[in-house]
C-alpha cells in the first residue's frame, strides 16, 4: 500500500515536470504496442510497465527528461540488453558483481568504473547512493521491498522491469525495447529485435516439416522434488519450435511442476534428450547425486545436456545472463541437439553434451 | 496368585505387540502400494510376491523408489521416537526432543556450509571421487557430532542436566544464526537447496545409502533397548536411580551418544524432521498407559514405524503428480492427533510428577 501511495507521487512528480519546455527527446517515437511482450509497452511520450511486479494490478507510466547518464541495474539478466545497445559505459552500479558472466562489464567492475552496490540481489542502500546514479533498473518478486522506497525517498529514480512476468521467449527478448526507449536508442533496438525475430523464425521454420519428435524432459530432483518447467512455459514453447516433443506438453501450468522422483521416471524413462541437468557436468556426478538416473533411457544412451558451456573466469553462467536476450541462439541450440541434420554447421552456444 | 495377573500382563501386552506388528506390516503394504504414479493393485500384489513383473515402469518404481522409502520411514519414525523418549526422560522435561541439544541445528550449519560456500569445496571433493550426496550426508553429520562432542565434553564437566540443556540450546542458537549469515549472503538458488534440505526427505536415499542408514540405526536401536532398565531408573529421579546402583555421569553419557548417534544420522540423510521425535513419547504414554521404558521402547520403534508409513502415504498425494515435503504433514497431522489424546487424559503428568 505504502509502496503504492509512493509509486503514486513519484508519478505525479514526473508528470508535473512534463509540462516544463525540455527538448524532447523522444518525439521520434510514435505509439506502439508490442509484438510479443506483454507486460509493457511504449505511448507516444512515456513507457508504461503494466504489471510490475508479479500480480499488481496498476500500470506504472514513466516518463524521461533527460537520457540517464549513470544507471544501476539489479539482475545480470539485464546486462545483456545493455551490451547490445552499446550502453556498458552508462552502467556505474551493479547488484552481485559474482554472477556477471559479461567479460566487458566485468571488466570495468574490476577497474573501478562498475560499483558492486550490493551482493545477492540486496541492494545497500549507502553504497548505492555512493555510485551516484541518475536512474535504478530493478526488479520486484514480490512487490515488498522497502528498499526500492527508500531509493525512491532518497530522490533517485526507480524503473521497474518485470522482463521475467513475460510468458514467451520473444516476448522477454522484445524488452530490449524497453531499454532502448530509456535510453533513446529505440530505432536500433527495434532493428535488433527485428533481425533477432527473423532469425527465430527462420530456425521455427527448418523444424516445421520434421517428421520425428523426439522426446524431451529437463531437471534434476531435490529433496523429494524434481522441477521441471510446465506444459506452457516458455521453455516448452522451445522445445516445440524446436522440433522435440517436451514429455509434459498436455499439461496447463505456465510457471514450474514440482513432482516426484517415481512420476518422472514414469513418464520420462524412454523420453530420448534430457535437456538441463542444473549444474551437473558429468554423468558420474549424475550418479553420485542419485543411482536412480540410470533407469533413465537418457543416461543410457548419453544423451544428457546441460547449459554450463559458457561459464565465465569468476562463476558467472551466461546462460542465465544473456539467453533471456537471445532466443536466436537458444533456439538454434536446440535443433542443433534434437535435429543436428538441419544445422549441420552449428556448434551449440550454450548448450553441451555432458560426458 | 499374583503369578497369575503377572501372565495375562504378559499375554495382553504380547496381543498390542503383534497386533502393532500386523498393522506395520498393513501400512508397509500400503505405502508401497500408493504414491503419486497410480500402479494397479495386481501389479503390487505381483511385486510383493516376487512374481515376474508386467509393467517393467511399476516394478522399477516399486523396487527402487517405494521400498526403500518406506523402510526408511519406519527406521526415521521409530528412531525419532526413541531418541525423543530418552531425551525427556534424561530431562526429566516433557518439551525434550531429539533435537534439543541442538543436533539439527549443528548438521544443519554443516550443510548450509557444503551448500553455500561449497562450490570450491565440492569441486575438491568431486576430484577425489567422493559422491555429492555423500558429501551433504558427511557435512550433516560433521555438524551434528560437533555439537555432540561438545556436549559430551561439557557433560563430563557439568553435574546438572538442566545446564546441559541451556548448553544445548545455546549451541543450536549459535548455528542457527551462524546459517542466517551464510544464507544472506547467498544467491537464490542456494538459498532454494537449502531450503528443499530442511523440508526434510524420505525418498532421496538409494540402496547403498540404505544400507548403511539401517546399520546405523538398528545399533542405536538396540542399543536403546539396552538403556531401557536404566532408563527406567532415571524416571524414579536422579538419586534414586544412584542409589540402585547406576552409575549416573555413564548413563547420562551413554544417552547422549545413543541419541545423537540416531538423530544426527537421521538429520544427515534425510533432514531435520521436526515434531516427530517430541510428540512420539507422548503418543506412546497416552496409548499404551505406560512408562516403563522396556515395553515403551519398542512400542515407540513400532508406533514411531506406522505413524511414518502414514504420514509419508499422505505426503504422496496419492493419485496426485505433486508431492508435500514430509515435515508439513508430520506436524500437520501429528499435532491435532497429540490435541486429542491431551484433551482426552487432561494432562501429561504422568511421568515427571513425584
Known amino acids: ?355 | 496368585m499374583i503369578t497369575q495377573y503377572f501372565d495375562t500382563s504378559i499375554k495382553k501386552w504380547r496381543q498390542l505387540f503383534v497386533g502393532m506388528g500386523v498393522l506395520l506390516i498393513a501400512l508397509f503394504a500400503l505405502n508401497i502400494s500408493l504414491g503419486s504414479v497410480a500402479i494397479p493393485l495386481s501389479s503390487v500384489i505381483d511385486f510383493i510376491l516376487l512374481r515376474p513383473p508386467v509393467d517393467n515402469s511399476w516394478h522399477l518404481i516399486m523396487a527402487k523408489f517405494r521400498l526403500p522409502k518406506a523402510l526408511t520411514a519406519i527406521l526415521v519414525g521409530g528412531g525419532l521416537g526413541i531418541c525423543g523418549l530418552q531425551m525427556q526422560t534424561l530431562f526429566r522435561n516433557p518439551m525434550a526432543g531429539p533435537f534439543i541439544l541442538g543436533i539439527s541445528s549443528g548438521s544443519g550449519l554443516g550443510v548450509a556450509l557444503v551448500i553455500f560456500l561449497g562450490v570450491e569445496a565440492g569441486l575438491l571433493f568431486e576430484l577425489s571421487g567422493i559422491a555429492r550426496s555423500w558429501i551433504m550426508v558427511c557435512a550433516a553429520a560433521l555438524g551434528s557430532f560437533g555439537v555432540l562432542l561438545a556436549i559430551i565434553l561439557a557433560s563430563v564437566r557439568l553435574k546438572d542436566s538442566v545446564t546441559l540443556l541451556i548448553l544445548g540450546l545455546m549451541l543450536g542458537a549459535a548455528s542457527s544464526a551462524l546459517i542466517s549469515v551464510l544464507q544472506y549472503f547467498s544467491q537464490a538458488t542456494n538459498i532454494q537447496a537449502y531450503m528443499m534440505w530442511s523440508f526434510g526427505s524420505l525418498g532421496s536415499l538409494s540402496w547403498n545409502e540404505l544400507m548403511i542408514f539401517s546399520v546405523i540405526i538398528i545399533i542405536g536401536m538396540i542399543m536403546s533397548i539396552g538403556l531401557s532398565k536404566s532408563l527406567n531408573a532415571l524416571l524414579l529421579g536422579a538419586s534414586y536411580a544412584e542409589s540402585m546402583g547406576v552409575d549416573l555421569k555413564i548413563i547420562r553419557l551413554l544417552i547422549i551418544i545413543n541419541t545423537s548417534i540416531l538423530a544426527g544420522t537421521i538429520t544427515a540423510f534425510c533432514g531435520p524432521i521436526a515434531f516427530f521425535g517430541l510428540a512420539m513419547p507422548h503418543i506412546a504414554r497416552m496409548l499404551f498407559n505406560t512408562t516403563n521404558h522396556l515395553l515403551l521402547t519398542p512400542l515407540i520403534i513400532l508406533i514411531g514405524g506406522i505413524l511414518m508409513l502414514l504420514f509419508d502415504t499422505v505426503s504422496q498425494l496419492p493419485g496426485i503428480e505433486a508431492t508435500l515435503p514430509i515435515n508439513a504433514v508430520t506436524a500437520l497431522l501429528g499435532a491435532p492427533f497429540v490435541v486429542y489424546l491431551l484433551l482426552r487424559k487432561r494432562n501429561i503428568h504422568y511421568t515427571f510428577d513425584k
Open chain 1, 1 to 355: 500500500m505504502n509502496k503504492c501511495l509512493a509509486f503514486f507521487c513519484f508519478c505525479v512528480l514526473l508528470g508535473c515536470s512534463k509540462n516544463k519546455p525540455t527538448d524532447r527527446l523522444h518525439e521520434t517515437v510514435s505509439s506502439q504496442s508490442m509484438d510479443y511482450a506483454t507486460k509493457f509497452n511504449i505511448q507516444e511520450d512515456h513507457l508504461r510497465v503494466m504489471e510490475p511486479w508479479p500480480g499488481s494490478s496498476s500500470a506504472i507510466e514513466y516518463r524521461f527528461e533527460n537520457i540517464p547518464q549513470r544507471v544501476v541495474v539489479t539482475s545480470t539478466t539485464h546486462l545483456p540488453y545493455l551490451e547490445l545497445l552499446g550502453l556498458e559505459d552508462k552502467l556505474v552500479g551493479f547488484v552481485g558483481a559474482n554472477n556477471i558472466y559479461s567479460e566487458k562489464i566485468y571488466n570495468r567492475l574490476k577497474s573501478g568504473k562498475i560499483i558492486e552496490v550490493g551482493i545477492n540481489g540486496k541492494i545497500n542502500l549507502e553504497l548505492l547512493l555512493a555510485s551516484q546514479p541518475d536512474l535504478v533498473i530493478a526488479f520486484d518478486l514480490g512487490g515488498e521491498s522497502s528498499t526500492l522506497d527508500k531509493i525512491v525517498e532518497a530522490g533517485i529514480p526507480i524503473v521497474y522491469n518485470s522482463d521475467f512476468l513475460e510468458e514467451t521467449a520473444l516476448g522477454r527478448a522484445e524488452w530490449i525495447k524497453f531499454f532502448g526507449y530509456i535510453f533513446d536508442e529505440s530505432n536500433l533496438a527495434d532493428s535488433i529485435f527485428t533481425g533477432m525475430v527473423e532469425r527465430y523464425h527462420q530456425l521455427k521454420n527448418l523444424t516445421q516439416n520434421v517428421t520425428e519428435r523426439p522426446s524431451v524432459f529437463s531437471g534434476v530432483v531435490y529433496g523429494d522434488a524434481w522441477f521441471l518447467p510446465g506444459g506452457k512455459n516458455w521453455s516448452a514453447q522451445f522445445i516445440k519450435d524446436a522440433g522435440g516433443s517436451y514429455v509434459w506438453e498436455d499439461n496447463l501450468t505456465s510457471g514450474w511442476l514440482e513432482l516426484s522422483f517415481e512420476t518422472v521416471l514414469d513418464r520420462a524413462r524412454e523420453a530420448q534428450f534430457w535437456i538441463g541437468v542444473a549444474s551437473i557436468n558429468t554423468r558420474a556426478e549424475l550418479m553420485a547425486q542419485d543411482t536412480r538416473y540410470e533407469l533413465f533411457e537418457a543416461y543410457q544412451e548419453q544423451r544428457i545436456y546441460n547449459y554450463n558451456k559458457r561459464i565465465g573466469n569468476n562463476g558467472g553462467f551466461d546462460f542465465f545472463e544473456s539467453a533471456y536476450a537471445r532466443p536466436d541462439l537458444v533456439l538454434a541450440d536446440l535443433i542443433g541437439i534434437l535435429h543436428p541434420e538441419l544445422l549441420p554447421d552449428h556448434p551449440t552456444y550454450y548448450f553441451q553434451k555432458i560426458p
